[in-house]
């Protein structure tokens, strides 16, 4: 005992510098980490999920359904396309709440989103395949982070609405299921005009059931 006793000394003795070090980093990590997730909290900003929603209107009611919700890293896949859906998410404005990603990448990703929620529709094809009776719309997608006053928490949202409805909505604001769903409303409005502006921020995708 004595002798594992003095070898444990003489390790303290030679690398408790370093030990004490490590110590140190590890205990700053976690302090920050604690900071961040309060800061998070207080801001009720949540840039590092993503959340699918479908947006409807149904008897003059405007209605707003989470399909998923995921890390952004297991949408994307890759640590740089997540840090600049982040970074892109952090430059939205009221005005526009789009993301303003590079024209050339945005089709990428808009088609990750895409084989995200194809997923959860697969079955649909797979009946349509055997010749079974299915039925078939044309939704968009498009990538948003919505920062007006009445947004209640702020993610990466993917947003999926078919694509008649967008190209139509109603001259009169429907009704809402909560007072924060305005800023949805104002946000589609403003998406009916940037997709004939802007059609590189949208991709379409045909949904089976």
């Avoid at 890759?78 to 990448?105: C, E, G, I, M, R």
């Avoid at 998406?191 to 045909?206: D, N």
Wanted: one cysteine or more; aromatic letters at 10%.
């Amino acid at each position: 005992m004595e002798q594992i006793l003095q070898a444990i000394t003489d390790w303290l003795d030679d690398n408790w510098l370093k030990f004490l070090t490590g110590l140190l980093l590890a205990s700053a990590g976690w302090f920050l980490g604690q900071w961040r997730a309060r800061r998070k909290w207080h801001k009720k900003e949540f840039l590092d999920r993503l959340n699918v929603s479908l947006n409807m209107i149904q008897d003059g009611r405007l209605m707003i359904r989470t399909v998923l919700e995921k890390s952004c890293r297991d949408i994307f896949l890759n640590d740089l396309a997540v840090a600049a859906v982040t970074a892109a998410s952090q430059q939205t404005t009221a005005a526009d709440p789009t993301l303003p990603l590079p024209k050339d990448d945005y089709w990428y990703y808009l088609n990750s989103v895409l084989n995200e929620v194809g997923e959860q529709f697969s079955i649909g094809q797979m009946r349509r395949d055997m010749g079974q009776s299915v039925t078939r719309e044309t939704y968009l997608i498009f990538l948003t982070s919505e920062c007006a006053g009445a947004a209640r928490t702020r993610k990466v949202r993917a947003m999926l609405i078919q694509k008649k409805l967008l190209e139509n909505l109603p001259a009169d604001a429907p009704a809402l299921e909560a007072e924060s769903h305005i800023t949805r409303w104002q946000t589609l409005q403003f998406l009916a005009q940037e997709s004939k502006l802007a059609p590189h921020k949208f991709i379409e995708m045909e949904i089976c059931l």
